[in-house]
Every structure is written in C-alpha cells, then in structure tokens.
C-alpha cells in the first residue's frame, strides 16, 4: 500500500521529469554543447587558450565510472515510544531487530494506518502535481528569456523511453512488493533492496527519480491505546517526508537545469575569446562580457533555489598563465582547503599563487554570493579537480561527492558543467570533450543551508528532525545534515534517489520533536487529570474540614457569649468582644468556602419557592442598618412598580447576592454618602426615559447633572453612571421569550459613594481571594470570596453580573437574575404580612418633602406598599404652596402624614410649617374633625436628647429612623396613630430571633422529655407557641395537613422512627396533597386555603457533620440547628423560614 | 440585704463549684439564660424532669442488667435516652459516663456495663444532691428578695 501511495507520489514527479526533458529535448535541437561545469571553477581570461585540450590522461582515467548516479533522498522520521521502523535500502544504519513474531496482529495495525496514510499521499500527491505544475511553468518561462538573450545554446541530454517504462516498471515491483512486507516486515528488507541496487546498476540516464516509501516493521512495545494517534502521527510524518524529498527532487533538477543552461549560455562568449586577443581593448572587451553574465546570473539566482552561487572558470593550460594573469592583473590563486575562515575574511590576494601545473582553472567570474572565489584555480581543489576532470570527458553535469565548502564550513556538493567551444556530438570521445572545452561552469549546492530553507518552505521543521545522508557507499553513509538521530522510535524513511553522474544522497527525517512534544502533551494530560483531582479532593477537603471547624468554633462562640455575660471588667470585656468577632468572622468565611466549595461541586442547587422579594430587601436592610447606620451612610431600597410582588426562586441566595454586594459596599463606603439597592425589571431599560420608572431613569443622567450644588442622587453625592454597570450584559436586552411566558428578568444594582475599586483591580474582583490589593484586607478585612459566590450564584440564576467604578466616586454593582412570577395567594404563609396593619393605612395620603428627588421616590415607594398615595414636595415652601393650591379640594382633607427628611428641616421653618399646617386645616374643613396631618421626621441618626426635644416640642409626632423598611415604616405610623386602634403596643422591644419566632407555631420533636422540655423553653423564650410530641409516629399525626405549624424541629434519633424516616414520611404526605391540589383532585379549601405544602422542619442533632447534615438535606429537611441552642445559629437557621420585614 | 448577699455570694460559688468539678457544663448556663420573668420556674423544672426520667432510666437500665439473657441493645437504648437527657441540662459527667456506658453496651461487656450502672447512679445521687442544694439555695434567694 505504501509504495503504491509513494508510487502515485512518483508518477507525479516523472511528469513533471518529463516536462522538464521535453524541454531539454527541444533545447538540443537547438544546440549542441554540452559542457561540463564546476562550481568552484576558477576564471580564465586566456581566451586564446581556450580550446587547448586538457593534458592529463590520469584523470581522464578517473572519470572511468558509472554514468548514473543517485541523489538518494531517504526521509525517514523517528518517532520515540512507538515503535515503528520503517526500511529502507540500509537496516544497518538504524538498526532493525524488530521481531516478526506478531506480524499478523501488527499488520492489521500497519494495515489501517497505511489506508490512512494512502488517503493523506493521495491529497499530498495531488498538492504536489500542482506545484509540479508551476515548476514546469517557470521553466518554460524564463527558457523564453534565455532564448532572447543568446542564440544556440546547446543542451546535451537524452532520456528514453524505456528507461522511462523501466522505471515505472521497477515501481510496480516494488509496489507489488509491499503488500507481503506489511505482513511480515524483516523479510521485505531483502526484497526491497533489491530495485533500488538494479536502479544503481542499470541506470544510466541523469534524471531518472525514484520515490519509495518503504514500510514498516512493528516492534512489539506498540500500544494499542496510541494506535490512533501514532496512525496519525506516521500519515503526518509521511506527508513531510514525501514532500520534502519531491521539493529537494524538483529544485535539485530545475538548478541543475539551469546551471546547464547557464553553460551553453557561456558558451558562445567563450568562443569569441579566441578572437578576443586581437581586439586592441580585451578588457573592456570582457569586462562587458563579464559583467553581463554576472547580472544575469546574479538575477536569475532564483532559478537555481537549490545552489548558493554558480561560477566560471577558464581552461588555462600553463603556457597560457603569463599571458592570462597579464592580461587579467592578478595571478592564480591556490585554494586553500584548510583555510576555514569565514567567507567575509577570505581574501583571494593573500592566498598563495597556484603552483605550477599542466593546466589551470582560475574562475573568471561568479555570482556574487560566491565572489570570493574569483582568481582561484579550482584544478588546485581535490574534488574540483576530479569533477572538472569528470565533467568534460562526459560532457555532462557531474557531482562532487559531499565535501566542505570552501569558506563555509558546510558539507556540499558543486555540479559541474564543461563549457566547449565547439558543436560536440553526442557520441563524441571524451578526447574530443576535452579538446573542445574552454571552460567550465560550476554550481554549488550548500546542502545544510538549503534543507535549512526547504524546511522552512515546509513548515514542518518543529515537528520534523531531518537528516540527509550521502549513501553512495552505502556501507558508510555520510551525514550531510542534522544531527544523528539516537532515538529508535518511529522510523519514518522516504527514499528519493536522483540521478547523476555522482554520488547519491540520502535524507532522513527523524521527529524525536514529535515525541518530545507528545511526551510533553502526555506530560500535561497527566498533569491535568491530577490537577482536576487535586481540585475535586480541594473541594471535598474544604467540606469537610469546613464542617470539622465549623462544629468546634461554635463551641468557642457559645463559650464567648457567656463569658461576655459575666462579670468582666471593661479590658476583658473588650478581650473577649474581640475574640468573639474575630470567631463570627471565621465561621462567616468558613461558611462563604462550604458555599463556593459547594458551588465548585456543583451540588448547589437553587430552590424555587414563591417569595415576596420586597420583604427580602426589608430584611437584608434590617440586618445591615447597624452597620450602616454606625457608618453615617444612608442606606435605601427601591423596587419598581413594575416588579411583581410574588416571585418564584431562591430568596436565600438572592438574599446571600444582595447582603454580600450591600455588605462589600458598607465596608468601602466610609462616613458619607448613601448605599441604594434598587430592584426593577430588566425589561424596564429599555423603555423610552417618559415612561420609565422615576428611579431608573434619572440614572441616566444623575452622574453630571448637578443643580443647586448637589447632585441629584440618593445623598447629593457623586456616583457612578450606573447604566456602565450593566452595558456588557449580553441578555439584558434580549426579550428572549420571556414576554409570553411567566418568566421575569430582574436587574438589581447596588450604588455607593464608596472609594471605589482601583482601575487595574477591576478585572480580578470575581476571582476567589482576589481584593483589590494586599492591602485591602488589611483595610476592610474580608477574604474576597464573596464577590465570586455571587457571581457564580447569579450564573445560576440565569443571570449575569457587572459593575462600574471609579476611584474616589463609588462603585455600583448590578446583576440579573431570571425569576417566575409567582401569584400572591402562592405565597407561603411564612411569607404573608401576617400583620393586619397592612390594610390599616390603606387609601391614605401622604406628603413627602425631600429636596432628593430619588430618596422621595423611596419614601413614596414604601408608602405604597402600604397603600399610602404619596405626593412629593422638594422643599418646606414648595410643600405649603402645595398645600394651599389643594386646599381646595378634597386631597388636602385626607392627607394624614407628612414626612419630613432631616435634610430640609430645620427648627423655625417647621414649626411655621405645622403652624400652617394647623391654620390651613382650620380654614379648609368647618367639621372639627382636626384631624391633623402628623408630621414624621426621616433621619439616619438621631440623638435620644434630640428625639425627644422634637417630640416634646411637638415638631414632629415620631421620627423614622432609616433605612426605611416595611417593618419600622409600620410600627412608626402605628405608634403615631395608635389612638385606640392599637393602644397597648409591646413596648418591649424584641430581640430580632423574637421578631422571627413571635407567635410562631412550632412542633418539637423529641423522645427524651428533657431535651424536650429545653427546646420548648428555649423556643417559647423567643414567642413561639411551641407543641411537643415524643416520637416520629406522633409528629406523622401532627403534621398531616393541614394543620397550622410553621415549622418543627426533629430529633434525629429516635426509638421506632427516627427523625429521617419521619421526615421522609411528612414531605411524602405533603406532596400528595400538593398533587392532589395541582389535579384538582382536592381543593385548597380542604387543605386550609394553602396551595403548596412544605413545613419546614428543621434537625436537632449534637454532631453537626457533614454527613449528618447531607443525611438531613438528602431526606427533606431544610436545616439543622445544633443541640442545645445558640441564638445565632437558631437565628440563623429560622431566619431562612420566617424572614419578614 | 446581707443574707441575701451572702446567699447570693453561696450560689455562684457552688455553681462555680459544679462547673468545676464538672457536674455541670456550660449547658446549664444555657438553660439558665432561658429563665426569666415568663418562666421563672424554668431550670428547676427541667432539672425536676430530669430527675424523674433519671431515675426511670437507671431502674430501667438495672433491671435490663438483671436478665438471664441480657439485651444490650435495650441498654445501650436506656444509655443513650440518659446521655441525651443528660447532655440537655448539662450534666457533664453524668453525661460522660453515658458514653463510657454505651461503649461497654457494644462491647456487651455485662460486667463493665454493671460497673458502669452503678458509677452512674453514684454520679447521679451526687449530681441530684449537689442540684438541690442549689435549687435551696435560690428558693431562699428568692424568699430573701420578696
């Protein structure tokens, strides 16, 4: 198979072979002469002397050889760990001793690698033929040229056919050859040997080519598993080889070509020579000639790619020297071959006159490349001497074995072609050649620095180590090029024989850079796979040993707490304060790494449960405004009209997105500014600015509108333009096919007046552990972490997540998240604003003055909420001049509140202003219902002595301390208008676990009557309404639905049925009945009005594990909370269920 | 107001008392931050249930260990019942011989295990006696305060 693929590679080339002789042939018609030329001939003006012939019948007895001779090109290729040898005409040279006792296995292997390679030589033959093609097409090109520029030149070479068919038929042979060789490859050495010693034998015609690509013999180390890539690998190799060997093949014959042609070129000037004498000015005479045919070679350089110069030489015998040197001004150099001196450096004036000979061949001129050869006589060079010999006995160009260079240090050969002086016939005597000859016309071919530049053509040469050898004694191969190949792998050999008169070549192709490369790549796989186990075993590793902190750490805060409830003086008060923080830190950052290793694992999964997002803002507002409100930063939230109440997703990680960007944004924003989380559907930016929301639109213009000194933000401080923050969403605008179907796209932004986050920061926040510089958490503390778990959250929220900043103006954060509108009834009743004070201010108006046009909005926006219509006033004057232009109407008898931001109060306005207040309601209603707007005073931070000179004073009837939220606003207006609705408020303020668990009803599981007895005291503590029941079977009964529990707290361990099987049993019974719901099978009505059953249960357990825990997650419970009690972790774990404004 | 100081003075010493010989652990202390005004009673209540359960349990363990064939499985149940309860008040070592106990129910060590049960019940009349002083010793704060 592969000969007959290397033989299609064949027949390609003998086309283009016969292109060229055809060329040839209608060349001699033309001419006559065909002269023999050395590359290194030295020049000879003696034009004279010319036709002497040569006295030297030693040489001429040298010339006594083959007529053919090969240019063995044999690539061969070496890949290291695969062992594929493929043979060639030398075994010894690569040592073959592969054993051919599974050959039939390794043909099967062989087999389909070929038919591989066979494909890959087909696509391969077919480049080249194009190529050929263009050859042939230059050829014929510049032979126009050639023809203007001198008449009768001769050519003197023949090709027949029969060496031609001969050829083909050898092919075949070898061809048919192959196919017995794939079975058993030890044995083919013999067979194939064969054609390629006939081809030396029996070949007597210059340009007779022969490709071969012998195959392959296995050795017993193959490894299936690389069969493919190694199948691969031998197809590539192969292609580089084949077409390597056919371009030096081709460029080989279209220099030598033209080097010939160059020969008859010279031809007819050197003919002239003999009548040169008698012109009276010979050397302007040959200074013209000499310089037209150094232009001329000079510029037809290209069509000799494989040769670094050519030059001339002159026959000189030694009679003639005087009169040549004279008439040249210089003498005959000796050549100096073991002067190895740089070509810059060779200077043919210092070298030794040429000693005294028969005859002489100074080299008259030369392309320039090779000028440092002028004046020498090549006859004084040992291998020149014998080509120069060759070449005009022969009348054909010869070749020099390799030997180095003169002046280059590089092993090459120089062709070599006799210029006569007369119309030889082909049949002519070698005596008569030499009588004939005048000159001779040399080409050298610099094989090092060409392969250099054929490979380079290739582009393969990272890939491919190529070695070209001289196998015309094929006992001692001389290596012309590259380095020896050591490596016994993968033995790729093409072999590539030209014919000539001398010597032949062999190349070789090793790609020990291929198995460097593949070891490499092996390397990197590996390393690879343990990388990726080494990340699964980092994520498994930072579970677990998380959860080993995690357990023992709240026994270290347990202990803090009480100790911070005893007796200490103020310094180990403070001790242990610190002690305490530093441990809630670690357990917040032990927390954040469970959830990016649980994201990293994959095994973060987001709920889908309806929640009222608007509460969720309220609660992260509640838990933040400490922080903020110690910051003197203004903290506020906005949501759109336009955002469904109910939606359907994970409120704890949106919680978690939101708490994190807000909390990032309170530890950069330092004692000025505001921190404003706004909520609006995506959809909403693209409306056009008229109907866009309020908020949403004046961020469009807000970062440099400035008036009356502020800017119009939230504080009246600079921010980013927050509309940058979110240009990169690619989803943003897309509609997708969100608008027919329930899903929502929210945009939520986070701006603050913080420092912002340096510029070359900026693309590394979302990297885990990356602050924005070492410093910072130094500064601001924190681990980074949390920017990259909300990122990876929001991508799992669909949703993507971006920012803009500035140094010194802020940073706003925004991200989006794809939700399901969910239906108000769907809400789980932990969700409902249990409190009836919902519907109390329903249908009320309200007044709100704030010179901030966006903190209005947010004043307005939670007003809403409780069915208060707001109207806005800018200022205290604006606001009475409202006031009299309604007074008209009805809308100024129902207002009912005005609120007053701290911004535009001061002391003598408002109370002028309540003194309006109270005269315009006199005015405007007759019926004494005086029912005085009450006047609520918006403030972040206020004295208790200021508080109560307000209220005393009677300039406001109650203060709102912001961040205003759904909670405070109520409890606010309450307070105010408590006259007799809600008389008896509970002034005890409650703890915040008291706000969560304050009449909840909870179900305590547990068998042991004392555990029991504790977790309903430490419940009832915080205002549940606790039950107990002793056994899984009892709480099956107590939870069947419907009933009115809001959650349960499950001892695991228990006698009978333990806490898993009961919950398994409990989330069994509800999804029936939510499926029985869903069917319609059941109405809500029979199941109290709820539409989704799921009580949230919660495990008791001492040994927080994360088996344990993945035990309680994997059977339906929710969370687990660590026995006995802690407030926060209880906190912490209830907070998730009952979360509220 | 002396006695009363000095009551007061008696109580946190003896509570210091237990917490160092290790009767009690940081639990009790849990279970005393959940007494206040609307369960004044709390801890004593606990503690009075525990007793109750206690002694239950420790008949229930003996007469288990009296058997012909002794069902450790049914021991190490009334063992594990005591550790929980145990745990929940704060008895620590109380608490920690209910794991040494449980150890010798696997191994069903009926020796050891009755080694054990009586170490418990040591243990538990000296925890029980050391409790009710203290629960005296509040009575009186307490009379002392009204």
């Avoid at chain 1, 005087?322 to 000796?334: C, D, R, S, V």
């Avoid at chain 1, 590259?482 to 050999?493: A, F, H, R, S």
């Avoid at chain 1, 932990?830 to 209005?856: H, M, T, Y």
Wanted: with cysteine; charged share 25%.
């Amino acid at each position: 198979m592969t000969c007959s693929a290397g033989a299609g590679v064949f027949l390609k080339l003998s086309r283009l072979f016969v292109k060229i002789r055809r060329w040839v042939l209608v060349r001699m018609s033309l001419n006559c002469k065909l002269s023999g030329l050395n590359g290194r001939l030295p020049n000879c003006s003696k034009l004279k002397k010319a036709k002497e012939p040569l006295h030297g019948p030693n040489s001429v007895r040298k010339w006594r050889r083959e007529l053919l001779f090969f240019f063995c090109l044999l690539v061969s290729v070496v890949l290291g760990s695969i062992g594929f040898l493929l043979s060639f005409n030398h075994g010894t040279l690569w040592g073959k001793e592969k054993a051919p006792n599974s050959c039939e296995e390794k043909a099967q292997i062989l087999l389909q690698h070929f038919n591989l390679s066979k494909n890959q030589l087909h696509a391969l033959t077919s480049l080249l033929s194009e190529s050929d093609q263009m050859t042939s097409l230059q050829c014929t090109k510049e032979l126009g040229s050639k023809v203007q520029l001198s008449d009768g030149i001769t050519c003197a070479l023949s090709v027949t056919c029969s060496e031609m068919q001969q050829l083909h038929k050898q092919h075949r042979w070898v061809a048919d050859n192959d196919e017995p060789r794939d079975q058993c490859p030890v044995q083919d050495e013999t067979i194939s040997r064969k054609p390629s010693l006939s081809m030396l034998d029996d070949s007597p015609v210059p340009f007779i080519s022969q490709s071969r690509v012998y195959s392959i013999s296995a050795n017993n180390q193959i490894c299936e598993k690389n069969i493919l890539q190694s199948g691969a690998l031998v197809d590539c190799v192969k292609e580089h080889c084949e077409s390597f060997c056919t371009i030096i093949k081709d460029q080989f014959n279209v220099s030598m070509n033209h080097v010939h042609a160059l020969a008859i070129l010279v031809s007819p000037f050197t003919m002239g020579n003999i009548l040169l004498p008698l012109i009276s000015d010979v050397n302007s005479v040959f200074s013209m000639i000499t310089e037209n045919i150094c232009a001329y070679t000079e510029r037809t350089a290209f069509e000799r790619p494989l040769t670094s110069g050519v030059a001339y030489a002159l026959k000189v015998p030694h009679s003639e020297r005087e009169l040549f040197e004279k008439q040249h001004g210089w003498t005959i150099k000796k050549m100096e071959t073991e002067d190895q001196t740089l070509v810059q450096d060779c200077i043919p004036e210092k070298l030794d006159p040429a000693p005294i000979h028969d005859e002489y061949a100074p080299v008259i001129f030369s392309q320039e490349t090779v000028s440092h050869i002028v004046s020498i006589d090549m006859m004084s060079g040992k291998e020149d001497r014998e080509n120069i010999l060759r070449a005009r006995a022969t009348g054909k160009g010869v070749l020099t074995s390799p030997f180095k260079l003169l002046k280059s240090n590089h092993l090459g050969v120089v062709l070599t072609f006799a210029v006569y002086n007369t119309d030889l016939p082909l049949d002519a005597m070698p005596e008569q050649r030499i009588e004939a000859t005048v000159g001779y016309l040399g080409a050298s071919y610099d094989v090092p620095s060409l392969v250099e530049k054929l490979l380079h053509q290739l582009a393969c040469k990272q890939m491919i180590v190529v070695n070209v050898y001289d196998t015309t004694n094929a006992s001692a191969p001389i290596n012309m090029y590259g380095d020896e190949v050591t490596d016994t792998g993968l033995l790729q050999t093409s072999n590539l024989d030209f014919g000539d008169h001398n010597g032949s070549m062999r190349c070789i192709a090793a790609i020990n850079r291929i198995a460097k490369v593949e070891e490499a790549c092996r390397i990197m796989t590996k390393l690879k796979v343990r990388a990726e186990a080494a990340d699964v075993a980092k994520t498994q590793f930072l579970a677990t040993v998380s959860h080993e902190i995690r357990t023992p750490m709240n026994g270290v805060l347990g202990m803090l707490q009480m100790l911070m409830d005893t007796d200490l003086d103020p310094n180990q008060l403070d001790y242990a304060q610190t002690a305490h923080a530093s441990g809630k830190d670690l357990i917040a950052l032990i927390n954040e790494v469970l959830d990016q290793a649980k994201i990293e694992s994959g095994r973060l999964e987001l709920e889908a449960v309806p929640f009222d997002l608007r509460a969720v803002l309220d609660n992260v507002l509640s838990l933040l405004s400490g922080k903020s409100n110690k910051k003197g930063i203004e903290l506020a939230v906005y949501v759109s009209n336009q955002v469904p109440e109910v939606v359907i997703g994970d409120p704890g990680r949106f919680r978690q997105i939101i708490t994190n960007l807000v909390g990032n944004s309170i530890k950069f924003t330092n004692d000025k500014g505001h921190i404003f989380i706004s909520v609006h559907l995506a959809d909403e930016v693209r409306g056009t600015p008229v109907i866009m929301d309020q908020v949403l639109g004046q961020g469009l213009s807000l970062a440099h509108d400035m008036s009356d000194g502020t800017y119009k933000t939230l504080s009246g401080i600079p921010v980013v333009d927050r509309w940058k923050s979110w240009k990169s969403f690619k989803k943003l605008g897309s509609t997708i096919s969100m608008e027919e179907s329930d899903m929502i796209k929210l945009l939520v932004t986070v701006e603050d007046t913080g420092v912002g986050i340096p510029l070359e920061a900026q693309n590394r926040i979302f990297t885990p552990f990356m602050q924005a510089d070492s410093s910072t958490s130094r500064t601001y503390g924190g681990t980074g972490i949390g920017l990259s778990i909300s990122e990876r959250l929001v991508h799992l929220m669909g949703g993507e997540i971006g920012f803009v900043s500035e140094p010194g103006t802020g940073s706003t954060f925004s991200f989006t998240g794809v939700f399901r509108k969910g239906e108000t009834s769907s809400l789980d009743s932990k969700w409902q604003q249990c409190d009836p004070s919902v519907s109390e201010f329903q249908g009320l108006r309200a007044l709100v003055i704030d010179k901030s046009n966006i903190r209005a909005e947010v004043t307005r926006y939670h007003l809403q909420r409780l069915g208060i219509t707001a109207d806005i006033a800018f200022s205290l004057k604006l606001a009475r001049s409202y006031l009299s232009s309604a007074c008209k109407t009805s809308l100024s008898t129902n207002l009912s509140m005005v609120l007053i931001d701290k911004d535009v109060w001061d002391k003598e306005t408002c109370l002028s202003f309540h003194q309006f207040l109270k005269d315009h309601r006199q005015n405007s209603s007759t019926e004494i219902s005086i029912n005085l707007p009450k006047i609520f005073l918006l403030t972040t931070s206020i004295s208790p002595r200021e508080r109560f000179e307000i209220k005393s004073a009677g300039f406001a009837d109650n203060v709102l301390i912001k961040p205003l939220r759904l909670g405070v606003l109520i409890a606010c207006l309450q307070d105010a208008f408590a006259s007799g609705k809600k008389g008896q408020v509970s002034r005890k303020k409650p703890s915040t676990l008291g706000i969560l668990l304050r009449q909840k009803r909870i179900l305590v599981v547990d068998d042991n009557v004392v555990n029991r007895r504790v977790a309903e005291g430490a419940l009832s503590k915080y205002g549940a309404i606790v039950t107990c029941v002793e056994s899984g079977k009892a709480a099956l009964a107590m939870l069947k639905p419907p009933h009115s529990f809001d959650a349960c707290f499950m001892d695991l361990q228990m006698p009978e049925m333990d806490g898993f099987e009961a919950t398994r049993q409990i989330r069994c019974m509800e999804s029936k009945v939510n499926k029985e719901i869903v069917s319609g099978d059941a109405s809500i009505e029979m199941f109290g009005n709820k539409a989704h059953w799921h009580t949230p249960i919660l495990a008791m357990t001492a040994d927080v594990i994360q088996a344990t825990n993945e035990e309680c997650m994997k059977c339906g419970m929710d969370d687990y909370v660590s026995k006995p009690f802690e407030e926060e972790q209880l906190y912490s774990a209830v907070a998730h269920f009952f979360e509220s404004g | 107001m002396d006695v009363m100081t000095q009551l007061q003075r008696q109580w946190r010493e003896h509570t210091a008392y237990l917490r160092k010989e290790g009767y009690l652990d940081d639990q009790f202390e849990q279970l005393q931050k959940l007494q206040d005004e609307n369960s004044p009673d709390f801890v004593a209540e606990v503690v009075s249930i525990f007793f109750d359960d206690s002694e239950k349990l420790l008949n229930n363990m003996a007469r288990a260990l009296e058997q012909k064939v002794v069902d450790f499985k049914q021991v190490d149940a009334h063992v594990h019942q005591f550790k929980g309860s145990s745990a929940s008040i704060g008895a620590m070592r109380v608490k920690n011989l209910c794991i040494e106990f449980r150890n010798h129910c696997e191994a069903q060590s009926l020796e050891e295990c009755v080694r054990c049960l009586r170490k418990l019940q040591y243990e538990y009349s000296v925890l029980k006696n050391q409790l009710e002083y203290l629960f005296r010793l509040e009575q009186q704060i307490r009379a002392a305060g009204v």
